[in-house]
């Protein structure tokens, strides 16, 4: 199946593997010193080290008092013990974000951290493990054919990609002394037998960030049982001392109930997809995507592929926005018949075409998700084949990373009063950040009821959640609400300021990095004294 599904998906897309080597060889190696935090991967050791301007009175700033109090309680009980994150990438997917702050955060507490990120096939010649850890995330979210299923040629690339992984990884005192590990998806789930051999003091912890379904997992004979069964009985999961899922009781996985803790996504108010950006650093953040957007223009032009050349951002225009990796889940389509259908109804008010706004569908790459390349193209398909008489104002872009950039697109434009309305419309989906990054700069939100996101959104308040099981996907309403704030700028100002309060009351308390090393702190606690998993997860109640 996997070699079915190689051939089938990616054959067209013949940059992809070419794509996927580039990352292996140069993201996960990366340096990044101009960044709030400046993470360097060490290709000798696989560890990355995090460093920053940043002290802990920033983060006291920012966080209520009593929060800050449990916070300090929490590290303190952990003085001494030292915790190891693994995972599969350094840039690119929400890991990634939330790690660089976590490992800072808890090394200023006090706490010793250690960051690893796993090295690529050592013979890019060899199939990619990738293509198996993203088939099995695509089954688990249900975003794959019914009849999808993996094999046991997927498990061996993946087990033997691990056992690669393990010549340097499991000679690193770090782990080996670790008091903690901590593995992060699918990917490195092999690993955990190897940990036990090295280190069988160290408390183990998986972690799973993705929609998934108790009821089909529980399943054995359901492609997603399947999956179940592999991960937790032959990848030895079922034996670890805890598992963290987003707060949705329907992720759990079967049998692992007493083991699981809830443990939500967060966003960070000082990296450079949230702090306060300066007038020149949105100009040059817009400036950076409409240079991306004119190169891409070029090699369409080049390519003879008239019907995919894209206007460049207009920071005086309104607009409508998702940012997203492009993949299964993200609903990008629907984000764009979303986008469509808002500017017929208010072209049918009257609206002039030139006042309508631009819609806006970003996103990168991972280094473990190749499916990037031909999510986006399918994009650019349904972008000039289904609605011809609007693509001109569509603007679909796969940006290299740069998260300022992300940030100025986020930011109102200087000097600008066009609305702005933020989508995010998967149609599946753990928990997704992003919505918590548009909260805090005052956007609304317009979600889909999938998964975790309506944890994030206050409905009425920062926005509002679409019912995904309605008909069309419920996207009249959503096309119905945006387009009022639109054309109504006391309705849009009275939105954003209601966003923006619920994002210092409540996201700005529950979805931020000192919400996530508390969190982490308290399990961590919890595991070492062998206590039971419960399910509070909320910071206003853990502090209470």
Not at 206 to 223: G, V
Not at 245 to 254: Q, R
Request: aromatic share 8%.
């Amino acid at each position: 199946m996997l070699k079915t599904k190689t051939k089938n998906t990616l054959s067209s897309f013949t940059d992809i593997l070419a794509l996927i080597k580039f990352w292996q060889k140069n993201l996960t190696n990366s340096v990044r010193t101009q960044e709030t935090f400046r993470v360097y991967r060490d290709p000798a050791t696989y560890e990355v080290t995090v460093d920053s301007d940043l002290t802990l009175e920033n983060y006291r700033r920012e966080t209520p008092v009593l929060d800050w109090e449990l916070l300090l309680k929490w590290a303190k009980d952990m003085s001494g013990k030292s915790v190891v994150f693994i995972n599969p990438t350094m840039e690119g997917g929400g890991v990634a974000m939330m790690r660089p702050p976590l490992i800072l955060l808890l090394n200023m507490l006090g706490v010793e951290a250690h960051w690893y990120v796993m090295g690529g096939r050592t013979n890019l010649n060899e199939p990619n493990p990738f293509l198996f850890t993203k088939q099995m995330h695509n089954i688990l979210q249900r975003r794959s054919a019914p009849s999808e299923r993996i094999d046991d040629a997927g498990k061996l690339i993946h087990q033997k990609w691990n056992k690669e992984n393990t010549e340097i990884l499991m000679v690193q005192q770090a782990i080996i002394n670790a008091d903690i590990v901590v593995l992060d998806d699918p990917q490195p789930a092999p690993l955990k037998r190897y940990i036990e051999k090295v280190n069988p003091n160290a408390k183990l912890i998986w972690r799973s960030h993705i929609d998934t379904s108790f009821e089909l997992m529980a399943d054995k004979s359901s492609p997603q049982g399947e999956i179940a069964s592999y991960l937790m009985d032959e990848c030895g999961l079922r034996d670890v001392d805890a598992v963290v899922n987003h707060p949705v009781k329907e992720f759990i996985y079967p049998g692992m109930y007493d083991k699981t803790f809830f443990v939500p996504a967060t966003a960070d108010p000082f990296d450079d997809l949230n702090r306060v950006l300066s007038k020149k650093e949105i100009k040059n953040g817009i400036n950076f995507i409409n240079r991306e957007i004119t190169n891409q223009n070029k090699m369409f032009a080049s390519d003879g592929r008239l019907n995919d050349i894209q206007s460049e951002l207009d920071t005086k225009r309104r607009r409508i926005v998702l940012i997203a990796r492009f993949d299964e889940s993200k609903g990008m389509d629907k984000a764009m018949a979303l986008g469509v259908e808002t500017r017929q109804s208010m072209i049918n008010t009257g609206m002039s075409k030139s006042k309508l706004p631009q819609i806006v569908i970003v996103g990168n790459g991972s280094v473990d998700d190749p499916s990037g390349m031909p999510i986006y193209e399918k994009m650019l398909q349904i972008r000039r084949e289904k609605y011809p008489n609007d693509k001109n104002d569509i603007i679909i872009m796969r940006l290299s990373h740069n998260y300022e950039a992300i940030n100025a697109l986020m930011s109102p434009s200087p000097g600008g009063d066009a609305q702005m309305v933020a989508l995010q419309t998967s149609e599946a989906e753990g928990l997704e950040t992003r919505v918590s990054d548009w909260i805090r700069h005052g956007i609304p939100v317009v979600i889909s009821n999938r998964g975790g996101l309506s944890l994030q959104v206050v409905d009425g308040k920062s926005g509002i959640v679409l019912d995904f099981d309605k008909p069309n996907f419920d996207i009249d309403r959503g096309a119905s609400f945006i387009s009022e704030l639109m054309m109504d700028s006391e309705k849009y100002t009275s939105m954003s300021n209601s966003t923006m309060e619920l994002a210092k009351s409540y996201n700005n308390r529950e979805f931020t990095t000192t919400a996530n090393a508390t969190r982490l702190l308290r399990l961590f606690c919890m595991v070492l004294a062998d206590k039971k998993a419960d399910k509070v997860w909320n910071i206003s109640e853990i502090s209470a």
